[in-house]
């Protein structure tokens, strides 16, 4: 069984747009992370275009598959303005800046944190929102619920 940080790592290349870069890495993602196996093998499978579109439908819809932590705990955009400070401070207490062109509360800038840094702080403070993210994908019919799956299931034991 690989380390959490590799499944942390492969998560995180698993949630983001399904562009060539992820394509080309999909025979190693199935190996390093046998627990994400079933989604690489579908995504290996699907046509570029086809993937893409599932993509944008499934998390480009609104903040029904939020992939934006925050969101699930806040809600209420005025209120989770403020929310993504709390990251930016988690990733410099470990001497990482953010300067992605994402927001610090993105589902797969938090998921490279922990396998950067080994901290799950930020995913076990959001689990309750990870579980309704994960229940929503599993509702939708989405393969992308397994990544969920896989991730959720390191963070049993650190969740109590």
Not at 7 to 19: G, N, V
Not at 129 to 140: H, I, K, N, V
């Amino acid at each position: 069984m690989p380390s959490d940080a590799v499944l942390y790592q492969a998560a995180a290349l698993c949630l983001t747009y399904p562009d060539d870069a992820f394509r080309a890495r999909l025979p190693l993602l199935r190996e390093a992370a046998p627990q994400l196996r079933a989604f690489a093998d579908h995504a290996a499978v699907t046509p570029a275009r086809e993937l893409a579109a599932h993509y944008v439908q499934v998390f480009d819809g609104g903040s029904r598959h939020s992939l934006y932590l925050s969101s699930w705990r806040d809600g209420d955009v005025r209120r989770r303005g403020r929310s993504p400070a709390g990251f930016k401070d988690a990733y410099r207490a470990h001497g990482l800046e953010f300067t992605g062109e994402e927001v610090p509360d993105y589902l797969p800038a938090v998921l490279e944190f922990a396998a950067r840094t080994g901290d799950t702080c930020l995913l076990t403070e959001d689990r309750d929102g990870l579980e309704q993210l994960r229940a929503r994908l599993t509702d939708f019919g989405t393969p992308y619920a397994s990544v969920l799956d896989a991730v959720c299931a390191t963070l049993s034991t650190a969740y109590t």
